[in-house]
């Protein structure tokens, strides 16, 4: 996964990384981020305009285009831990 599994737009109590055991409409569920909004004529097929991001995060952001400035996680944390 691009950017290192990590939330490209963060938002106050963002955990992060993903959890992808959570229900799709959970609000820290992975969701694509578009930076070049549909709205602005990017497109939605384009590989190099999707990037991770959690549904709530994405939300928020709303049809604004970019991506934010990483950031460190925010408590909680929702990774899994995979068995080996």
């Known amino acids: 996964m691009r950017d290192g599994g990590r939330c490209v737009i ?7 990384t993903f959890d992808f055991s959570l229900h799709h409409l959970d609000r ?7 930076p070049d ?3 602005a004529g990017g497109s939605v ?3 190099s305009n999707m990037y991770p991001a959690h549904r709530l995060c994405n939300e928020k952001w ?4 970019g991506i934010a400035e990483p950031v ?3 408590e909680p944390n929702h990774s899994v831990e995979w068995p080996s």
């Open 62 to 65: 709303g049809n604004r285009p």
């Open 45 to 47: 097929s384009d590989p």
């Open 72 to 74: 460190e996680p925010l």
């Open 10 to 16: 963060p938002t106050e109590g963002c955990p992060g």
């Open 28 to 34: 820290w569920a992975f969701c694509v981020h578009h």
């Open 37 to 39: 909004p549909r709205s």
